[in-house]
């Protein structure tokens, strides 16, 4: 069993509403949205944030960053998107397992 939560939420051992997936990210809404449309992108695979990235893993950061735009078009994001990833205590990073926010949709609300 994970410990992780995203992994749960990977896993469906925790309930999320995921409005993207395939073989290697997911997308799921999060639960304190700071926006009208605020999503987390994450790799299925388990790394905990960019410190915990290797050279091999090039291909897989650049292909989820280019599904951001496509699912972002999907949930209407239509005049633009902020992506936040937050890495370490220093980043406010609250979960260990990598995710690029996205928000949009209107004003953004507690934030930092
Ligand atoms: P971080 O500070 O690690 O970059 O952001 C973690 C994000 O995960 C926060 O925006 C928080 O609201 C979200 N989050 C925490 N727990 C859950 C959860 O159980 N489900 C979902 N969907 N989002 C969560
Ligand atoms: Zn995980």
């Given at each position: 069993m994970a410990e992780c939560l995203f992994c749960k939420i990977r896993d469906g051992e925790v309930s999320a509403d995921i409005i993207f997936e395939?073989?290697?990210?997911?997308?799921f809404r999060d639960i304190?949205?700071?926006?009208?449309v605020?999503?987390?992108v994450i790799p299925r695979r388990h790394i905990a944030n960019l410190w915990?990235?290797?050279t091999s893993d090039e291909g897989l950061l650049g292909r989820i960053q280019l599904m951001i735009?496509?699912?972002?078009?999907?949930?209407?994001?239509?005049?633009?998107?902020?992506?936040v990833l937050n890495t370490?205590?220093?980043?406010?990073q609250e979960v260990?397992?990598?995710?690029y926010h996205v928000l949009g949709g209107g004003p953004f609300t507690g934030f930092n």
């Amino acid at each position: 069993m994970a410990e992780c939560l995203f992994c749960k939420i990977r896993d469906g051992e925790v309930s999320a509403d995921i409005i993207f997936e395939n073989d290697e990210c997911l997308a799921f809404r999060d639960i304190n949205p700071k926006a009208p449309v605020h999503f987390l992108v994450i790799p299925r695979r388990h790394i905990a944030n960019l410190w915990d990235t290797k050279t091999s893993d090039e291909g897989l950061l650049g292909r989820i960053q280019l599904m951001i735009p496509k699912i972002a078009k999907d949930q209407g994001l239509d005049s633009g998107f902020r992506t936040v990833l937050n890495t370490g205590p220093g980043g406010h990073q609250e979960v260990y397992h990598m995710h690029y926010h996205v928000l949009g949709g209107g004003p953004f609300t507690g934030f930092n």
